[in-house]
């Protein structure tokens, strides 16, 4: 099993920065591949972006690229995403992921089998 626990969420106005953080305990030598997701009220999970922690390949999805930031410490077992330039539609719960397998796009949440609580992003305009 894996745990992960999210921090670093809050109120930002837009064009603000915030970084989340995920702390990863357990069978975490098992990990190969780990990720972001967001989840707005009223819609689907969907895909931020992921890193494989062999290889330090990245993937984000497209309404980000550029903007957001993954990125991982392996010594402390933390997973990071660098939030900048923050937009109102980027309001939504964030969820950290871990998977045991070596993940490439397109990528569904049904793919990670390990998820933190969340950590809520709510950003004003």
């Known amino acids: 099993q894996v745990q992960l626990v999210e921090s670093g969420g809050g109120l930002v106005q837009a064009g603000g920065s915030l970084r989340l953080s995920c702390a990863a305990s357990?069978?975490?030598?098992?990990?190969?591949?780990m990720g972001w997701f967001r989840q707005a009220p009223g819609k689907e999970r969907e895909f931020v972006a992921q890193?494989?922690?062999?290889?330090?390949?990245?993937y984000s999805s497209d309404s980000v690229k550029g903007r957001f930031t993954i990125s991982r410490d392996n010594a402390k077992n933390t997973l990071y995403l660098q939030m900048n330039s923050l937009k109102p539609e980027d309001t939504a719960a964030y969820y950290c992921?871990?998977?045991?397998?070596?993940?490439?796009?397109?990528?569904?949440?049904?793919?990670?089998?390990?998820w933190g609580q969340g950590t809520q992003v709510t950003v004003s305009s």
């Open positions: 992921a871990a998977s045991a397998f070596v993940l490439r796009p397109p990528i569904s949440p049904t793919n990670y089998a390990y």
């Open positions: 890193i494989n922690l062999r290889s330090s390949t990245t």
């Open positions: 357990g069978r975490t030598s098992s990990t190969y591949t």
